[in-house]
């Protein structure tokens, strides 16, 4: 039954690509890509706790298997929803058959990163699904300049794929075999250096794709390039994936143990996560567009993820299982839920842009000409993210941050230090990140800006809605869901840390009598304790009559709503002076004068501003390589001179080569 699910998926996204590939029928493509994805997304639901059954592929070299792990199931499964809702809805671009052949190329690269268990395979699946998302963002010609953004996502992305060869290339050599099963006993023949070497290349080869310091810097410019549907895939099954790739190397291939009295790359990893966190959650909160803001929030949550897969590698390092355990598991559930509310949110965008043409962040009143579900199911993902009760976004954050708070349980001075560290600086990210959703919801949402707004279309609106409703039932029924990674964590960490994370309906950090929460109660609770201000304001009423509603005093002038609305500049203002040494904002005002006035500077036709924050790594470590990279290119065009004794030349050097190598 599973493979057969299994095939039928495939089987529609193929479809899919090849009718999108001959230029026809692209509604057919799409209704069977979002077939694909219903049929896998029962297959994951269907099958956990359980793992599918291996299938042999002809791809690889030798012996070639596919099968999916109970932890790949869970973050495709959650990754699909997001997916679903995005082939179905399609993008706003009326281009859309290239957009349709990138979406079934990148799902088909995902289910291979999934599932394939050899190396030579696993990376020409990575390849497809980067590729793919290329292709979606330079079909949907949706920005001005997109193919230079695309460039640089592509460029460090490649980056990060030369470091996974290396990596494969030094464990296939310890292994003596490209299996996936052979590679733990092989890194655990070599010596620590080696260990945290490959450690290390992994984590800078999948952490391209997920947005690891210095690698981030390619979101905000490639996600607002594409449409929402684009980042809703990106975010969800593609940031899923890549995570998948990085919990499997550093869990299953990597030993537990060694003789170092701390686990250095445990450190190492948290240490990256969390500035990585601190630095995306920052800079999301500067941006003025929906897509830019979400991307940089993708970003700060996949970087929250890793820094709990940091943690997991301290606790097993000191024999910690039960907490080595607890760690893995939150993160599992941490992009489950960020998924599905990141996934609501770039559709919610893309809400937007069919309502107004475009995708700033700015008071339009949406929301006062929209269905009400597509408001509620905004709010909730937004929740979500913002990390309040009782959505799915909150209970993760506090997993989180039981799981640090138990560092005092290591054993060396250094790993309880970087634990305590690592807290203060997820809280710091954790009030930016909520700020940051208050400004996405209530400017771009609730505000208002005087005008006649257009209602976002009602497909958009149910999307929204269901997605929305999905994270809420992630949260309330999350002692059910934890039920189907009992299994795979028994299996990686040989205790059942998953039966402790729960007391019934309560959610438990192993233990009740360390701290506990029920979202199942909350939403109880919560409505209930809204009866008070409520009453309160009912007798208000009843004491001084119905309530007035008046203008905003606006310095004694007429009233100017527009004029007088926050704006994400202003909102996020405060912020960008007090971190202004991270920031380094710029300003920049021009005068434009009127024809004929040139010489006169009273005369204004037009004033523009602008504003801007400096990148990190940008102008120090991206720019320069540029300039290196051109260079070299400069030097060696002479290979493209089209002189033949030149070819020739260089056609007998390679054999004069070839024959000293082969010879000696």
């Known amino acids: 039954m599973s493979n057969d699910l299994l095939f039928a998926g495939l089987t529609a996204w193929i479809a899919a690509a090849l009718l999108a590939l001959c230029g026809r029928s692209i509604g057919i493509a799409r209704l069977l890509l979002a077939l694909g994805c219903i049929a896998l997304l029962i297959l994951a639901f269907a099958t956990l706790p359980g793992a599918t059954q291996p299938i042999a592929t002809p791809l690889g070299v030798g012996a070639s298997i596919f099968y999916l792990s109970p932890d790949s199931l869970w973050l495709m499964g959650f990754g699909l929803p997001g997916a679903f809702f995005a082939t179905f809805l399609a993008t706003p671009s009326p281009n859309r058959r290239a957009w349709t052949l990138g979406i079934a190329v990148s799902l088909i690269g995902a289910l291979g990163v999934f599932g394939l268990q050899d190396a030579i395979s696993f990376l020409v699946a990575w390849e497809v699904m980067g590729l793919g998302g290329a292709i979606m963002i330079l079909g949907e010609d949706l920005a001005s300049e997109n193919g230079r953004p695309v460039l640089f996502m592509l460029g460090l992305l490649e980056a990060g794929f030369v470091a996974l060869i290396l990596a494969f290339l030094l464990l296939a050599g310890a292994a003596s075999s490209l299996s996936f099963a052979d590679f733990a006993a092989g890194a655990g023949q070599m ?96 941006q003025e567009g929906w897509r830019e803001l979400l991307s940089l929030s993708s970003a700060e949550n996949a970087s929250i993820s890793v820094a709990l897969i940091g943690a997991c590698l301290m606790f097993r390092h000191d024999g910690l299982m039960d907490l080595a355990g607890l760690a893995w598991t939150v993160a599992l559930i941490h992009l489950a839920g960020h998924a599905l509310a990141k996934g609501t949110m770039f559709l919610t965008a893309d809400g937007i842009y069919r309502a107004a043409g475009d995708y700033r962040l700015v008071q339009r009143g949406i929301l006062s000409r929209s ?12 929740m979500s993210l913002a990390a309040m009760p009782p959505q799915a976004g909150f209970v993760s954050e506090w997993y989180l941050f039981q799981t640090f708070f138990q560092g005092f349980h290591l054993a060396s001075l250094g790993s309880r230090l970087a634990a305590a560290l690592a807290g203060a600086g997820l809280a710091l990210t954790a009030a930016v990140a909520f700020a940051t959703a208050v400004k996405a919801l209530g400017i771009g949402l609730l505000g208002r800006d005087g005008k006649k707004a257009t209602a976002v279309p ?70 209930l304790l809204a009866i008070l ?16 509603i008046v203008p905003v005093w606006y310095g004694g002038g007429s009233e100017a709503p527009r004029r007088a609305a926050t704006t994400a500049l202003t909102f996020s203002n405060a912020l960008r002076t007090f971190y202004s040494f991270i920031y380094r904002p710029t300003a920049e005002t021009e005068r434009h004068p009127a024809r004929g006035t040139e010489d006169l500077p009273y005369f204004t036709k037009r004033l523009v501003f602008t504003h801007d924050v400096a990148p990190v790594f940008g102008p120090y470590l991206f720019a320069p390589l540029e300039r290196l990279v051109m260079v070299v290119a400069t030097k060696l065009r002479i290979i493209q001179s089209g002189h033949l004794p030149f070819y020739l030349s260089l056609l007998g050097a390679l054999l004069v080569i070839i024959l000293v190598v082969a010879l000696f």
């Not at 269905?371 to 937004?382: E, N």
């Not at 040989?494 to 009740?512: E, I, Q, S």
């Open 533 to 548: 201000p409520l009453l309160l304001l009912w007798l208000a009423a009843r004491r001084f009559g119905s309530i007035r």
């Open 371 to 382: 269905s009400w579900i597509f408001g509620v199911g905004a709010l909730f993902a937004s």
């Open 458 to 527: 009602m497909a958009n609106s149910v999307a929204v809605a269901v997605l929305g409703f999905l994270v809420l039932a992630l949260a309330v029924g999350m002692p059910a869901w934890l039920t189907a990674l009992r299994i795979v964590v028994v299996d990686n960490f040989g205790v059942d840390a998953v039966t402790k994370m729960r007391d019934g309906w309560l959610l438990v950090p192993l233990t009740a009598k360390f701290a506990f929460i029920s979202p199942g109660k909350l939403i109880i609770a919560l409505p």
């Open 191 to 286: 010596s620590h250096a080696e260990q945290l070497w490959i450690e290390l290349l992994l984590l800078l080869g999948f952490g391209a794709k997920l947005g690891l310091l210095p690698f981030y810097e390619w979101f905000p410019g490639a996600y607002g390039a594409g449409s929402g549907a684009t980042g809703a895939l990106l975010s969800g099954i593609v940031l899923n994936a890549a995570f998948f790739g990085l919990s499997r190397g550093l869990i299953d291939w990597m030993p537990a143990t060694h003789a170092l009295p701390a686990s250095v790359s445990g450190i190492c990893i948290v240490a990256i996560a969390v500035l990585s966190a601190i630095l995306t959650s920052l800079y999301a909160f500067q």
